[in-house]
């Protein structure tokens, strides 16, 4: 199972963060990327960096026959049609793309992508909606699925849906 995190607190070219996100749930549909399915949006508080605008947040499950390398260069490459410009790390952005798990595959830190995505397990904003859309789905490290994960958070700090 390959599961994409999808973000946005600022709006750009495609509109608010709802519309960008929106928009980008389509954009993984194309170019060697298959939606499968996405979550219902949420809308969380943002990470790391306070004092900025909520997130509107999802997440989608797609099929690909992209190596993650290249499925991580693909999503970059939306995220600068959306407007995304990376500069300050955790601040605003207009599109954020997380490949958030690729098949259960663990990759630590070199040339390509770290898998899992580091951090899945402590936020709520991911994990309730890889729960909607891949119950089964289970941390390839911990071996977790995304609701056990879940109980172990406070649930006041997660969001609200859309």
Known sequence: MILIGLGSNRSGPWGTPLQTVSRAVLALNQAGIRLRQASRLVVSAPF???????????????????TPRQLLSRLHQIERRAGRRRTLRWGPRTLDLDLLDYHGLILRRGSGPVLPHPGIESRI?????????????????GRQTAAMLLRRLDPASGGRLL
Do not use: K, M, S
Request: aromatic share 8%; proline share 11%; glycine share 6%.
């Open 48 to 66: 790391g960096r306070v004092g900025q605008p909520d997130f509107v947040n999802a997440v989608a499950r797609v099929d690909t026959q992209l």
């Open 125 to 141: 904003f991911v994990l309730a909606p890889i729960a909607e859309i891949a119950p089964l789905w289970r941390h390839p490290e």
